[in-house]
């Protein structure tokens, strides 16, 4: 008896166990889709990716109240079929060091990459440095 209770309180500890890591979503060619920060997208479907993206990092430095517009960065990582990986930076009002748009070459192909918004957007106080709360719309054409 003494036993089982200890049984029954560790699976029902197994059962409360938080879930470690976003699910990843599956992502039409040509078309936005959302990611949180380390989520993936894989295109143009989860089983059988053709390319698997990763939001690894992001940054966001606007502030409209202070008069500045700063800027919003995500860092991707992109997967091509066989596993081999690049790491790229994509950029709203970043200037000449870094571009919202970027062409990838994976599986002998070229992808287009475009950073469309980075969510939520600050409008009366300085965005948050939580990365946690912040999404990236996203899309790739072929």
């Given at each position: 008896?003494?036993?089982?209770?200890y049984?029954v309180?560790?699976?029902?500890?197994?059962?409360?166990?938080?879930?470690?890591?976003?699910?990843?979503?599956?992502?039409?060619?040509?078309?936005?889709?959302?990611?949180?920060?380390?989520?993936?997208?894989?295109?143009?479907?989860?089983?059988?990716?053709?390319?698997?993206?990763?939001?690894?990092?992001?940054?966001?430095?606007?502030?409209?109240?202070?008069?500045?517009?700063?800027?919003?960065?995500?860092?991707?990582?992109?997967?091509?079929?066989?596993?081999?990986?690049?790491?790229?930076?994509?950029?709203?009002?970043?200037?000449?060091?870094?571009?919202?748009?970027?062409?990838?070459?994976?599986?002998?192909?070229?992808?287009?990459l475009?950073?469309?918004?980075?969510?939520?957007?600050?409008?009366?106080?300085?965005?948050?440095?939580?990365?946690?709360?912040?999404?990236?719309?996203?899309?790739?054409?072929?």
């Amino acid at each position: 008896m003494f036993y089982r209770r200890y049984l029954v309180f560790g699976l029902l500890l197994l059962g409360c166990e938080k879930e470690s890591s976003v699910s990843d979503v599956a992502a039409p060619f040509g078309q936005e889709f959302t990611l949180r920060f380390t989520q993936s997208a894989r295109l143009p479907e989860v089983n059988e990716p053709e390319l698997t993206l990763t939001a690894t990092d992001i940054v966001d430095s606007r502030c409209p109240p202070c008069g500045a517009p700063g800027t919003a960065k995500t860092v991707l990582r992109v997967q091509d079929q066989v596993g081999h990986q690049q790491t790229l930076t994509l950029c709203l009002d970043c200037g000449t060091e870094f571009r919202d748009t970027v062409t990838v070459r994976a599986n002998s192909r070229r992808y287009q990459l475009t950073l469309h918004r980075v969510t939520p957007e600050p409008v009366a106080e300085p965005a948050s440095p939580k990365k946690e709360g912040k999404q990236v719309v996203l899309s790739v054409k072929q």
